[in-house]
């Protein structure tokens, strides 16, 4: 089974969120998912190597990444609104916050950017910070610790983490990334275990 299929992507848009591999899962759904697929953000990434991009419609090819073009070579949200491209494409994954390329991360009071009629929420979070002080493993440590109700000396554990999530509330589903020895994936599995929502553990990197 394809992780979209155990995913249950739905047509319609999806938002991608969180960290430890938010753009890896958006190139993994490009190849997965039948149809027509737009990539996009609602804060800024980089286009996706061997994808055609756009501004808006109408569409380069079956999948597209479209956006604003932005300083440094990023792409912005499309200026077309994410309800067009709905119209345009199957599927429409977005990803709709930032991490600074941490496997952890808590969510300030104006993210994530969900785009208006979403079909559903994916929150991904990376395993590699399992066991890392949070301080240094988590993007805004300090909003983290309020939600979990530690410092950010102590390590990241799934307890922890999974009282983060389950505070913010913010995601249907869960995806648990980077779980890459049987240590993590054990760690991984205790986190979906204590979060309660439908998830997904294993390395998008190795394939598994």
Known sequence: MELAEK???EPG??????????????????????????LATSTRILPF?????????????RVSCVGEPVD?????????????????????????????GLPLKAHAPWEPVIPEGSAQTILVVGASGFGRPVGSA??????????????PDDAATPELVARAIRSEALADRLLINQADTPEL?????????????PYWAGSLQAGA
């Open 7 to 9: 995913l249950h992507i």
């Open 13 to 38: 848009i999806t938002a991608v969120i969180g960290s430890g591999g938010k753009t890896t899962l958006l190139a993994r759904l490009a190849e997965e998912l039948q149809g027509t697929v737009v």
């Open 49 to 61: 190597p061997g994808i055609s991009t756009a501004s808006c419609p109408p569409l380069p090819g």
């Open 72 to 100: 440094g070579g990023k792409l912005a949200a499309p200026t077309c609104g994410f309800e067009i491209l709905s119209a345009a494409a199957d599927h429409v994954v977005v990803e709709a916050d930032g991490s600074r």
């Open 138 to 151: 988590v993007h805004r440590p300090e909003i983290f610790c309020a939600l979990a109700g530690c410092t």
């Open 185 to 197: 994936m054990r760690l991984a599995r205790e986190l979906g275990e204590r979060v309660g929502l």
